[in-house]
């Protein structure tokens, strides 16, 4: 924060729980604020990605699932359950099922399954329109997240660490036990304002690397092939970023931007 001079207050966790009541702490914890942080309504981020790319001339195909993909000479040819398409380039940007896409890179790529839960705020001041922040708790239990209530859904509540590691993405959408209670017990200590009534639940992927970088590159035995993958539960945020730099890489553009942290090579 200092080196990039970002705007941020330090407070100590009784001055936390005085600003927000419904956040609290152990008394010998410190707490940074970062004062123009915020956060991505998601679908309505993917939504404004469609709409430019239909705008700017890009053809959408929505349900299909790719079955495989080869080099044919000068191009590209990917099967997909309703034809083959072909492209003198191919991007990938497959999220856990990027492993079954790019064998290259699949020893390198773990998928996590992660839970999501949304609480019923006990008292009032949590909904995003009072002004109550996202929050983030290091505790001796792990990593703990959490963003505002929005109209009548709850808080969101989950566990950044732990998560099991799993073969793929599955169709089961089944509580953990053991995350919940987990959970359960971050809320009930350090989230006064939330209570134990979960709203809503669903499950997530972190698709994750050794070092919990990214991957951008191209394929190295396919050049006619960029990966952008590995986003290990911190991606979303840098989308658009990403984006201008996998069309870069695609295009054979001069890249502005500094890439070798996100090589396949530091592999």
Known sequence: AREYQLPIEQLDVKEVSRRWPGIGGEEDWQAVIEQNAGFLKVEDCVEAHLRLATASGATLLHSVEVTNWEVVGDSVEVT???GTERAAKLLI???PWTHLLVDDFA??????LKQQYWMKPSGPGLDVSDGFPCFFHETPQGFFYGFPAMGNVGVKVARHSGGPEIAGPNAENSLDAE???LVEGYVRNYMPGISQTMVAHA???YTTTPDEHF???RVPSKPQVTVVAGLSGHGFKFTSVLGEIASELVM???IELDIELFAFSRF
């Open 93 to 95: 940007a497959g999220g």
């Open 107 to 112: 020893a390198n790529l773990r998928i996590l």
């Open 203 to 205: 499950k997530c992927y």
């Open 80 to 82: 997909t359950n309703k």
């Open 179 to 181: 995350d919940r209670q």
């Open 252 to 254: 054979e553009k001069q």
């Open 215 to 217: 991957v951008i590159d």
